[in-house]
């Protein structure tokens, strides 16, 4: 029988292209990174939760707040860093201690999650025996537009044009958190691959911070949540 032991790893370097120190940036009276190492301590079918960054002021908070900490080399922590080399370095730097089989991966970024969010989307996971997962929102691509040397609509303007309502709905990825298993995610070197699956959050659940006005809208927002978010 497969080991069901979830391990979650937040990725959250010192350095930031768009905010300066924006994981230790307050938001709701916390530092942003505080909602996210949270709501994975507070996930029952989450076994460990990791912070893995090259700033030693974050992970110093981080253990504070009980996560298990791994120190990220800088040459895996700049802007052209990827996501999936930090995983993988925490992974292997976490195999090192305990087995390591499936892991939520998530982003301190988009901290607004329902308490029950990670645990129904990890009891998913598991119930469809999926090799993969990613969070996401519904999505309505109708009426953009590309901005090439000119502009260039990605519908056709010379019908008529269709109804919000009549459109297909579809999904988007809103990076708030994936989960795959860790053997084929080393294989693949992917954060999706073999059995696909998602776990649809709310709109207002995929706010996402890049710059420094989301800032302020993220804070208004995480201000008038219900207490079942906090």
Request: include cysteine.
């Amino acid at each position: 029988m497969s080991d069901k032991k979830v391990h979650a790893i937040i990725l959250a370097r010192g350095g930031s292209k768009g905010i300066k120190n924006k994981n230790l940036i307050v938001i709701n009276k916390k530092p942003l990174i505080y909602w996210t190492i949270k709501s994975c301590l507070k996930t029952k079918n989450i076994k460990y939760v990791w912070v893995s960054s090259d700033k030693k002021k974050i992970l110093s908070y981080a253990k504070k707040l009980g996560a298990k900490i791994i120190f990220r080399p800088k040459n895996l922590s700049s802007d052209t860093s990827t996501s999936e080399s930090g995983w993988l370095h925490a992974i292997k730097k976490i195999q090192k201690k305990i087995k390591i089989q499936h892991v939520v991966a998530l982003q301190a970024t988009s901290p607004i999650r329902n308490k029950q969010d990670l645990s129904k989307a990890i009891k998913l996971y598991f119930k469809n025996k999926s090799d993969s997962i990613f969070s996401t929102r519904n999505y309505n691509k109708l009426f953009t537009w590309f901005n090439k040397k000119k502009l260039v609509p990605n519908y056709n303007i010379k019908i008529k044009r269709t109804r919000r309502q009549n459109q297909k709905k579809m999904i988007i990825e809103n990076g708030s958190f994936y989960i795959f298993n860790s053997e084929k995610f080393i294989k693949n070197k992917k954060r999706l691959f073999g059995k696909i699956n998602y776990y649809l959050q709310k709109k207002f659940e995929s706010f996402e911070i890049d710059d420094y006005e989301d800032l302020y809208f993220l804070d208004l927002l995480m201000k008038g949540l219900p207490k079942n978010y906090m």
